[in-house]
């Protein structure tokens, strides 16, 4: 666990625990001219590293933890559940995954054993990683933070998503289940049910909206 607060006795200074350590030691908040001050508004914030997710679920529902990091798929459905837990999309352009070698040492200090690395990477295998245990049709757009729920506690399912269909960022597609092709899946939704060709869903649970515009 990681405190900050400001130091009661010092407003003008950061205190970097809970015994005012900072203040002591003289560590004075910056008041740049652009940006302006850095300037809190708390008289304590603290960070809470909880290995557990359940645990973490539980206390943000029971008011222990006002916001909660990346949740697992099964502890969002818990929260979108929970009318007093607001699960939104922190970053709609999703993480950027990067796979970078150290030509400082043996063997990627030698351009060719890196080409040839390079050359058997796969991104579509990458993606599928991300993507969980699904048939993905040509075409398809699948948006950031989107998770396949395969596993039902006994067994796996797969998730079916038709060519031209796309899904929108941070949904949960709940296996066993069906994109069609062409369809549209709307940003957060979570998807238990089979979806027709062509056409519009959103929601949570998501629920079909009509035909897309322009399908035949």
């Known amino acids: 666990m990681q405190v900050w607060r400001i130091a009661s006795d010092t407003p003008d200074y950061l205190a ?26 708390f008289d304590r914030l603290e960070w809470h590293i909880i290995q557990d997710t359940a645990t973490s679920t539980a206390a943000l529902i029971q008011g222990e933890m006002d916001w909660f990091e990346q949740p697992t798929p099964e502890n969002q459905l818990l929260l979108r559940r929970n009318r007093n837990v607001r699960v939104d999309i922190a970053d709609p352009l999703g993480n950027i995954g990067s796979f970078r070698f150290n030509h400082l040492h043996p063997p990627f200090d030698n351009v060719k054993a890196r080409q040839a690395l390079a050359a058997s990477l796969s991104q579509q295998d990458y993606m599928m990683a991300f993507v969980g245990d699904a048939e993905v049709g040509a ?5 950031a933070g989107t998770v396949t729920c395969n ?13 031209e269909a796309f899904i929108g960022s941070g949904t ?17 939704s979570v998807v238990t049910r089979d979806i027709p060709d062509e056409t519009l869903a959103y929601g949570v649970p998501a629920r079909e909206r009509g035909k897309i515009v322009g399908s035949g």
Not at 20 to 26: D, F, L, P, T
Not at 173 to 187: C, T, W
């Open 16 to 41: 970097d625990d809970l015994s005012g350590a900072g203040a002591k030691a003289g560590v004075r908040r910056r008041a740049e001219a652009a940006a302006g001050g850095k300037r809190v508004h």
């Open 139 to 143: 075409g398809a757009n699948i948006g």
């Open 151 to 163: 596993f039902d506690g006994k067994q796996k399912h797969r998730t079916l998503i038709g060519e």
């Open 172 to 188: 949960m597609l709940v296996a066993p289940v069906r994109v069609g092709r062409g369809a549209v899946i709307g940003a957060g």
